[in-house]
């Protein structure tokens, strides 16, 4: 079945450092790949999206680019601020929608 | 716009007892879904609907049970709350059609305690 791996957190980064966050995934066919982002007692937003192989796709300084060939979809940003702290979900659609699959998710928590 | 709309906010429920989960979405999707998340833990689907008169079960589905008579809304019925449904849960809803998937957009959540 279709999988999604993150890499464990919890991350802990200090104000301006560069940000990586890795995400690999299993899926037939050609999903689409998508991360969200949780604050603190809110739901999931949609931080960004790619539907289709070397597509990147990006929001708010963030970037993540659907590598096919390596089926990753790492999230980076060069400057992260103390209001980024917030946990990172990578997930995959196939079957046109019938499918959504969520990572576990990385807490990432910058200092000031 | 209201988007996905979920009550309550916050309930705490004693062992055996019943309650329904509130979800409804004004976007005029076709998909949405339940999902559950345990502390420090990803999303569990629970069921999902692929359109009104249509549900089927996720990862998770035992303990609950779903009904969709409108587009609209989807509300989550859990019969004999049992501890291990203490979780945080959260309603989705998507357009998927014409080969496009439109990504999931989720309510606040719903934080349920049982004690």
């Known amino acids: 079945g279709n999988s999604v791996t993150q890499m464990e957190g919890p991350v802990t980064l200090s104000e301006e450092a560069f940000l990586t966050i890795n995400c690999t995934y299993t899926?037939?066919?050609?999903?689409?790949l998508f991360w969200y982002v949780q604050y603190p007692g809110e739901g999931l937003q949609l931080l960004l999206k790619?539907?289709?192989?070397?597509d990147k796709g990006s929001n708010k300084g963030f970037e993540a680019t659907y590598r096919k060939e390596t089926t990753s979809f790492h999230l980076e940003k060069g400057s992260v601020q103390v209001s980024d702290s917030a946990v990172y979900f990578c997930?995959?659609?196939?079957?046109?929608?019938?499918?959504?699959?969520f990572g576990p998710g990385t807490r990432l928590s910058v200092l000031p | 716009n209201a988007g996905v709309t979920q009550t309550p906010k916050f309930r705490i429920l004693k062992i055996g007892q019943s309650m329904t989960l509130q979800c409804t979405q004004d976007?005029?999707?076709?998909?949405m879904y339940w999902y559950r998340q345990d502390p420090g833990m990803g999303l569990k689907l629970i069921y999902y609907?692929?359109?009104?008169?249509?549900?089927d079960k996720g990862e998770v589905p035992n303990g609950y049970n779903v009904s969709r008579s409108t587009t609209e809304d989807f509300p989550l019925r859990l019969e004999l709350a049992a501890p291990s449904q203490t979780s945080v849960y959260f309603c989705?809803?998507?357009?998927?059609?014409?080969?496009?998937?439109?990504?999931?957009?989720f309510g606040e959540g719903s934080r349920l305690t049982v004690l």
């Open positions: 989705a809803s998507s357009y998927s059609g014409d080969r496009l998937v439109v990504e999931l957009f």
């Open positions: 899926a037939t066919g050609y999903p689409s």
């Open positions: 790619a539907t289709k192989a070397d």
């Open positions: 997930a995959l659609s196939s079957d046109y929608g019938q499918n959504f699959v």
């Open positions: 976007m005029n999707h076709n998909y």
């Open positions: 609907s692929v359109g009104a008169g249509i549900t």
